[in-house]
């Protein structure tokens, strides 16, 4: 069977990346980091949907930060919603940099032909690793940075959802009954979410466009 390795937050785009790949048939691989966030809900969140799907290998690998974002220092505060084009507070320098790079380690060690990643160019916080742009350069990087891209196999970097807005990724995790109850997207990471954070923001837009009751409550 074809394997992939799954880059899995917790949050709502890569569990719907993980849904789309069991559904294209991929013997799945998720990978999580403890990558010294200020909240452990999004590791706690994974931790849910891999048992959801029944899968035995999960693995969480604990790294440490540069600092320097409002996710991982507890001396910047997560701003609420404010719609500019910076990027912002919130964005963790090089995160998607290191994250595939182990991705990649971790593919060639199972032998997965791709690594699943659920950037998005469309509604999404102005990050620049999230472009399509940063996607084909890291695929260059694996080609003449691995063996297997040596060999002449190199692994593919699929991004299921880059062109889709929120609201048509989460009709996708819907139709194919991914567990949205059981994701985060707040980065308060309280018990309840905030409502009013970038990414709090972007999801109460996406369900209410998708026509969809949200499954996770929120401060009122």
Do not use: W
Not at 185 to 191: K, L, M, Q, V, W
Request: net charge neutral.
């Amino acid at each position: 069977m074809k394997k992939a390795v799954i880059l899995l937050s917790g949050g709502l785009d890569s569990t719907t990346c993980l849904s789309i790949a069991l559904k294209e048939g991929y013997d799945v691989y998720p990978i999580s980091f403890d990558y010294g966030q200020r909240h452990n809900r999004e590791l706690e969140s994974a931790k849910k949907i891999a048992e959801h799907y029944n899968i035995k290998e999960h693995k969480i690998i604990r790294i440490g930060n540069v600092g320097g974002s409002a996710l991982t220092d507890g001396d910047i505060e997560v701003p609420d919603y404010k719609g500019t084009a910076h990027i912002p507070v919130t964005y963790v320098p090089a995160r998607n940099i290191v994250f595939l790079s182990y991705a990649a380690g971790y593919a060639e060690v199972v032998k997965a032909e791709a690594v699943y990643i659920g950037v998005n160019d469309i509604d999404y916080s102005g990050y620049p690793d999230c472009r399509p742009e940063f996607i084909r350069a890291f695929e260059k990087v694996m080609r003449v940075g691995t063996k297997l891209g040596i060999e002449g196999k190199p692994i593919k970097i699929i991004t299921p959802i880059m062109d889709l807005t929120k609201a048509e990724i989460i009709k996708l995790a819907h139709q194919n009954k991914a567990p949205l109850h059981l994701t985060t997207s707040c980065y308060r990471g309280g018990e309840r979410a905030c409502g009013t954070c970038d990414s709090c923001i972007l999801r109460l837009k996406g369900f209410k466009e998708a026509g969809i009751s949200d499954t996770i409550d929120y401060i009122k």
